[in-house]
Protein backbone atom coordinates (compact mmCIF):
# COMPACT_ATOMS: atom_id res chain seq x y z
CA UNK A 1 0.00 0.00 0.00
CA UNK A 2 1.63 3.53 -1.08
CA UNK A 3 1.89 5.75 1.84
CA UNK A 4 3.81 9.05 2.18
CA UNK A 5 5.02 11.09 5.46
CA UNK A 6 4.57 14.66 6.09
CA UNK A 7 7.03 15.85 9.17
CA UNK A 8 5.47 19.55 10.50
CA UNK A 9 6.70 22.56 10.51
CA UNK A 10 4.99 26.26 10.07
CA UNK A 11 5.08 26.80 6.33
CA UNK A 12 4.99 23.46 5.13
CA UNK A 13 8.02 23.32 2.76
CA UNK A 14 7.92 20.16 1.33
CA UNK A 15 10.81 17.90 -0.09
CA UNK A 16 9.78 14.84 -1.83
CA UNK A 17 11.91 11.46 -2.06
CA UNK A 18 11.09 7.56 -2.41
CA UNK A 19 11.95 5.48 0.52
CA UNK A 20 13.52 1.99 0.02
CA UNK A 21 10.02 0.13 -0.32
CA UNK A 22 8.94 2.76 -3.32
CA UNK A 23 6.81 4.58 -0.91
CA UNK A 24 7.17 8.29 -1.55
CA UNK A 25 7.60 10.87 1.22
CA UNK A 26 6.56 14.48 1.82
CA UNK A 27 9.20 16.22 4.61
CA UNK A 28 10.02 19.29 5.92
CA UNK A 29 11.87 20.38 8.61
CA UNK A 30 10.26 20.67 12.11
CA UNK A 31 10.71 24.14 13.60
CA UNK A 32 9.37 24.29 16.93
CA UNK A 33 8.78 27.77 18.80
CA UNK A 34 7.94 26.28 22.33
CA UNK A 35 10.80 24.05 22.88
CA UNK A 36 14.66 24.48 22.11
CA UNK A 37 16.05 22.47 18.81
CA UNK A 38 17.48 19.40 19.73
CA UNK A 39 18.21 15.92 18.08
CA UNK A 40 17.01 12.72 18.68
CA UNK A 41 16.57 12.67 23.09
CA UNK A 42 18.37 9.71 24.24
CA UNK A 43 15.67 7.43 25.66
CA UNK A 44 17.96 6.28 28.99
CA UNK A 45 18.22 9.37 29.95
CA UNK A 46 16.78 10.28 33.48
CA UNK A 47 17.52 14.05 34.35
CA UNK A 48 14.74 15.73 34.18
CA UNK A 49 14.45 18.89 31.92
CA UNK A 50 11.53 21.40 32.16
CA UNK A 51 11.11 23.36 29.23
CA UNK A 52 10.13 26.67 28.13
CA UNK A 53 6.22 27.30 29.42
CA UNK A 54 4.64 28.34 25.66
CA UNK A 55 1.56 31.25 25.79
CA UNK A 56 -2.01 30.34 26.56
CA UNK A 57 -3.95 28.62 24.15
CA UNK A 58 -7.71 28.79 24.05
CA UNK A 59 -9.72 25.35 23.74
CA UNK A 60 -11.32 24.53 20.89
CA UNK A 61 -14.98 26.45 21.17
CA UNK A 62 -17.65 24.56 21.97
CA UNK A 63 -19.70 25.72 19.02
CA UNK A 64 -17.20 23.87 16.52
CA UNK A 65 -17.94 20.55 17.21
CA UNK A 66 -19.56 18.17 14.71
CA UNK A 67 -23.18 16.36 15.63
CA UNK A 68 -21.45 12.95 16.85
CA UNK A 69 -18.30 15.02 18.13
CA UNK A 70 -19.97 15.16 21.62
CA UNK A 71 -19.23 12.11 24.43
CA UNK A 72 -22.67 11.87 24.76
CA UNK A 73 -23.49 11.25 21.23
CA UNK A 74 -20.84 9.63 20.81
CA UNK A 75 -21.71 7.31 23.96
CA UNK A 76 -24.98 6.25 22.59
CA UNK A 77 -23.89 5.82 18.86
CA UNK A 78 -21.20 3.38 19.71
CA UNK A 79 -23.69 1.80 21.91
CA UNK A 80 -25.47 0.33 18.78
CA UNK A 81 -21.99 0.47 15.70
CA UNK A 82 -20.10 -1.92 18.79
CA UNK A 83 -22.62 -4.63 17.88
CA UNK A 84 -21.81 -4.54 14.19
CA UNK A 85 -18.41 -2.41 14.33
CA UNK A 86 -16.02 -5.08 13.69
CA UNK A 87 -17.84 -6.67 10.66
CA UNK A 88 -18.89 -3.81 8.98
CA UNK A 89 -17.03 -0.78 10.05
CA UNK A 90 -13.82 -2.18 9.86
CA UNK A 91 -13.44 -3.98 6.86
CA UNK A 92 -13.94 -0.82 4.35
CA UNK A 93 -12.35 1.58 6.35
CA UNK A 94 -9.56 0.50 9.10
CA UNK A 95 -8.47 -3.07 7.80
CA UNK A 96 -5.34 -5.41 9.53
CA UNK A 97 -2.69 -3.93 6.73
CA UNK A 98 -3.77 -0.67 7.31
CA UNK A 99 -3.59 -1.01 10.73
CA UNK A 100 -0.04 -2.68 10.70
CA UNK A 101 1.35 -0.11 8.61
CA UNK A 102 -0.22 3.02 10.77
CA UNK A 103 1.46 1.28 13.66
CA UNK A 104 5.05 0.82 12.15
CA UNK A 105 5.90 4.93 13.14
CA UNK A 106 5.08 4.25 16.81
CA UNK A 107 7.80 1.80 17.11
CA UNK A 108 6.65 -0.89 19.55
CA UNK A 109 10.20 -2.56 19.37
CA UNK A 110 10.19 -4.48 22.92
CA UNK A 111 7.51 -6.84 24.64
CA UNK A 112 8.53 -5.02 27.92
CA UNK A 113 7.14 -1.56 26.74
CA UNK A 114 4.18 -0.09 28.67
CA UNK A 115 1.77 1.22 26.06
CA UNK A 116 -1.77 2.79 26.56
CA UNK A 117 -4.93 2.08 23.66
CA UNK A 118 -6.60 5.25 23.98
CA UNK A 119 -10.13 5.02 22.38
CA UNK A 120 -9.45 0.94 21.80
CA UNK A 121 -12.82 0.15 21.60
CA UNK A 122 -13.53 -3.09 20.58
CA UNK A 123 -9.64 -3.73 21.01
CA UNK A 124 -8.76 -3.78 16.84
CA UNK A 125 -6.06 -1.91 17.27
CA UNK A 126 -4.94 -3.13 20.11
CA UNK A 127 -4.69 -6.78 18.59
CA UNK A 128 -2.25 -5.08 16.64
CA UNK A 129 0.05 -3.70 19.05
CA UNK A 130 -0.01 -6.95 21.16
CA UNK A 131 1.49 -8.55 18.52
CA UNK A 132 4.96 -6.90 19.45
CA UNK A 133 4.35 -6.08 23.20
CA UNK A 134 2.99 -8.35 25.50
CA UNK A 135 -0.60 -7.74 26.36
CA UNK A 136 0.01 -7.37 30.45
CA UNK A 137 1.77 -4.18 29.40
CA UNK A 138 -1.03 -3.04 27.49
CA UNK A 139 -4.06 -0.84 28.71
CA UNK A 140 -6.58 0.07 27.04
CA UNK A 141 -8.97 2.57 28.06
CA UNK A 142 -12.59 4.35 26.40
CA UNK A 143 -15.80 5.92 27.34
CA UNK A 144 -17.93 2.97 25.88
CA UNK A 145 -18.49 0.08 27.73
CA UNK A 146 -20.21 -0.97 25.12
CA UNK A 147 -16.86 -1.36 22.96
CA UNK A 148 -15.25 -2.30 25.64
CA UNK A 149 -16.89 -5.31 25.95
CA UNK A 150 -16.19 -6.81 22.38
CA UNK A 151 -12.56 -6.60 23.74
CA UNK A 152 -12.70 -8.10 27.14
CA UNK A 153 -13.99 -10.99 24.40
CA UNK A 154 -10.97 -10.94 22.48
CA UNK A 155 -8.62 -13.99 23.68
CA UNK A 156 -5.11 -12.21 22.73
CA UNK A 157 -6.49 -9.58 25.29
CA UNK A 158 -7.33 -11.45 28.55
CA UNK A 159 -4.17 -10.17 30.04
CA UNK A 160 -4.23 -6.61 29.57
CA UNK A 161 -6.01 -3.67 31.46
CA UNK A 162 -9.30 -2.52 30.69
CA UNK A 163 -10.55 0.96 31.61
CA UNK A 164 -13.73 3.10 31.13
CA UNK A 165 -12.28 6.53 31.02
CA UNK A 166 -11.72 10.30 29.47
CA UNK A 167 -9.36 10.52 26.54
CA UNK A 168 -9.03 14.08 27.46
CA UNK A 169 -8.76 13.56 31.75
CA UNK A 170 -6.77 10.58 31.41
CA UNK A 171 -6.73 8.56 35.14
CA UNK A 172 -2.80 7.61 34.97
CA UNK A 173 -0.10 9.35 36.63
CA UNK A 174 2.30 11.66 34.52
CA UNK A 175 5.28 10.23 33.24
CA UNK A 176 3.62 6.40 33.26
CA UNK A 177 3.76 4.91 29.43
CA UNK A 178 6.55 4.62 26.68
CA UNK A 179 4.09 4.77 23.94
CA UNK A 180 0.54 6.45 23.57
CA UNK A 181 -1.74 4.94 20.58
CA UNK A 182 -4.74 6.02 19.90
CA UNK A 183 -6.84 4.94 16.47
CA UNK A 184 -10.17 6.46 15.42
CA UNK A 185 -10.89 8.35 18.42
CA UNK A 186 -9.94 11.71 18.33
CA UNK A 187 -12.77 12.55 15.54
CA UNK A 188 -15.00 12.54 18.65
CA UNK A 189 -12.75 14.30 20.94
CA UNK A 190 -14.43 17.60 21.75
CA UNK A 191 -11.29 19.74 22.28
CA UNK A 192 -8.71 17.71 20.16
CA UNK A 193 -5.98 20.00 21.60
CA UNK A 194 -6.53 18.74 24.79
CA UNK A 195 -6.66 14.93 24.17
CA UNK A 196 -3.08 15.19 22.86
CA UNK A 197 -1.78 17.48 25.44
CA UNK A 198 -2.93 14.34 27.48
CA UNK A 199 -1.01 12.09 25.19
CA UNK A 200 2.38 14.06 25.92
CA UNK A 201 1.18 14.14 29.59
CA UNK A 202 1.46 10.79 30.37
CA UNK A 203 3.85 9.26 28.34
CA UNK A 204 7.33 9.06 29.68
CA UNK A 205 10.41 11.16 28.81
CA UNK A 206 11.62 9.90 24.99
CA UNK A 207 8.36 7.90 24.33
CA UNK A 208 6.55 8.01 21.30
CA UNK A 209 2.64 9.21 20.63
CA UNK A 210 1.35 7.90 18.12
CA UNK A 211 -2.40 9.20 16.79
CA UNK A 212 -4.30 7.62 14.35
CA UNK A 213 -7.49 9.32 12.90
CA UNK A 214 -9.79 11.01 9.63
CA UNK A 215 -8.69 13.69 7.38
CA UNK A 216 -10.37 15.82 5.21
CA UNK A 217 -12.19 15.31 2.04
CA UNK A 218 -12.20 18.09 -0.58
CA UNK A 219 -14.76 16.71 -2.54
CA UNK A 220 -18.07 19.19 -1.89
CA UNK A 221 -20.27 16.63 -1.11
CA UNK A 222 -18.09 14.51 1.28
CA UNK A 223 -16.98 17.76 2.54
CA UNK A 224 -20.73 18.84 3.62
CA UNK A 225 -21.07 14.96 5.35
CA UNK A 226 -17.56 15.24 7.01
CA UNK A 227 -18.90 18.87 8.44
CA UNK A 228 -22.57 17.52 10.22
CA UNK A 229 -21.09 14.04 11.23
CA UNK A 230 -17.57 14.27 13.47
CA UNK A 231 -14.34 15.81 13.31
CA UNK A 232 -12.19 15.27 10.03
CA UNK A 233 -8.56 17.35 10.78
CA UNK A 234 -6.32 18.61 7.97
CA UNK A 235 -3.05 17.28 8.16
CA UNK A 236 -1.97 20.53 9.37
CA UNK A 237 -3.92 20.72 12.56
CA UNK A 238 -2.48 17.50 13.76
CA UNK A 239 1.06 19.18 12.99
CA UNK A 240 0.36 21.78 15.01
CA UNK A 241 -1.77 20.23 17.44
CA UNK A 242 1.07 17.91 17.80
CA UNK A 243 3.77 21.10 18.63
CA UNK A 244 1.76 23.12 20.74
CA UNK A 245 1.70 20.27 23.14
CA UNK A 246 5.50 20.41 22.96
CA UNK A 247 6.10 17.49 20.76
CA UNK A 248 9.30 16.77 18.89
CA UNK A 249 10.39 15.00 15.84
CA UNK A 250 6.54 15.20 14.54
CA UNK A 251 5.84 13.26 11.84
CA UNK A 252 2.71 12.57 9.47
CA UNK A 253 2.42 8.85 7.57
CA UNK A 254 -0.49 9.18 4.71
CA UNK A 255 -2.47 5.37 5.18
CA UNK A 256 -5.92 4.43 3.33
CA UNK A 257 -7.36 1.12 1.94
CA UNK A 258 -5.95 -0.25 -1.18
CA UNK A 259 -8.55 -0.53 -3.12
CA UNK A 260 -8.58 3.68 -2.46
CA UNK A 261 -5.70 3.90 -4.99
CA UNK A 262 -4.24 6.46 -3.06
CA UNK A 263 -7.38 8.62 -3.15
CA UNK A 264 -8.44 10.84 -0.23
CA UNK A 265 -10.80 13.72 -2.33
CA UNK A 266 -13.76 11.79 0.03
CA UNK A 267 -11.29 11.92 3.16
CA UNK A 268 -10.88 8.96 5.20
CA UNK A 269 -12.01 7.68 8.63
CA UNK A 270 -8.53 6.56 9.32
CA UNK A 271 -6.62 8.71 6.57
CA UNK A 272 -3.20 9.54 8.24
CA UNK A 273 -0.84 7.78 11.40
CA UNK A 274 1.18 11.24 13.41
CA UNK A 275 3.83 10.33 15.82
CA UNK A 276 6.13 12.90 17.86
CA UNK A 277 8.54 12.22 20.56
CA UNK A 278 8.06 13.83 24.30
CA UNK A 279 11.41 15.78 24.75
CA UNK A 280 10.96 16.23 28.59
CA UNK A 281 9.65 14.76 31.83
CA UNK A 282 6.77 16.21 33.33
CA UNK A 283 3.60 17.77 31.51
CA UNK A 284 3.13 19.73 28.43
CA UNK A 285 3.96 22.93 28.37
CA UNK A 286 0.98 24.29 26.92
CA UNK A 287 -1.50 25.70 29.31
CA UNK A 288 -5.14 25.39 28.35
CA UNK A 289 -8.32 26.71 29.55
CA UNK A 290 -11.76 24.93 31.11
CA UNK A 291 -13.02 21.79 29.29
CA UNK A 292 -14.92 22.69 26.64
CA UNK A 293 -18.12 19.97 27.86
CA UNK A 294 -19.24 19.12 30.45
CA UNK A 295 -21.25 15.70 30.18
CA UNK A 296 -22.94 16.45 33.71
CA UNK A 297 -24.69 19.44 32.55
CA UNK A 298 -28.83 18.51 31.19
CA UNK A 299 -29.53 18.52 27.69
CA UNK A 300 -32.55 18.76 25.97
CA UNK A 301 -33.63 15.03 25.00
CA UNK A 302 -35.44 16.69 21.79
CA UNK A 303 -32.61 18.71 20.31
CA UNK A 304 -29.76 15.61 21.54
CA UNK A 305 -32.29 13.38 19.43
CA UNK A 306 -32.17 15.46 16.31
CA UNK A 307 -28.74 16.14 16.45
CA UNK A 308 -28.35 12.15 16.84
CA UNK A 309 -29.86 11.45 14.15
CA UNK A 310 -28.54 14.09 11.65
CA UNK A 311 -25.47 12.36 12.69
CA UNK A 312 -26.31 8.97 11.87
CA UNK A 313 -27.21 10.39 8.62
CA UNK A 314 -24.26 12.08 7.80
CA UNK A 315 -22.48 8.60 9.27
CA UNK A 316 -24.57 6.53 6.65
CA UNK A 317 -22.42 8.38 3.82
CA UNK A 318 -18.94 7.14 4.84
CA UNK A 319 -21.10 3.43 5.21
CA UNK A 320 -21.25 4.12 1.45
CA UNK A 321 -18.44 5.73 -0.10
CA UNK A 322 -15.59 2.44 0.61
CA UNK A 323 -18.20 0.29 -1.47
CA UNK A 324 -18.50 2.65 -3.83
CA UNK A 325 -14.41 3.24 -4.33
CA UNK A 326 -14.36 -0.78 -4.14
CA UNK A 327 -16.73 -0.79 -6.81
CA UNK A 328 -14.28 1.95 -9.21
CA UNK A 329 -11.59 -0.24 -8.60
CA UNK A 330 -12.88 -2.97 -9.98
CA UNK A 331 -14.01 -1.50 -13.14
CA UNK A 332 -11.48 0.80 -13.72
CA UNK A 333 -8.49 -0.92 -14.54
CA UNK A 334 -5.13 -0.85 -12.71
CA UNK A 335 -2.73 2.03 -13.24
CA UNK A 336 -5.79 4.88 -13.63
CA UNK A 337 -6.99 7.06 -11.57
CA UNK A 338 -10.31 6.74 -10.27
Known amino acids: MASSILSGSD ?41 TKCSLSASRPAS ?10 AFWFYRFLSIVYDHVINPGHWTEDMRDEALEPAELHARNLQVVDVGGGTGFTTLGIVKHVDAKNVTIIDQSPHQLAKARQKEPLKECKILEGDAEDLPFPTDTFDRYISAGSIEYWPDPQRGIKEAYRVLTIG ?3 CLIGPVYPTFWLSRFFADVWMLFPKEEEYIEWFKKAGFTQVKLKRIGPKWYRGVRRHGLIMGCSVTGVK ?24 VFLMRFLLGIMAASYYVLVPIYM ?5 IVPKGQPI
Do not use: M
Open 326 to 330: WIKDQ
Open 279 to 302: PYAGESPLQLGPKVEDVSKPVNPF
Open 207 to 209: GVA
Open 11 to 51: NFKLLSGISPSGSSFLGSELNLKCLPQKGFVNLRATRTLRP
Open 64 to 73: QPRFIQHKKE
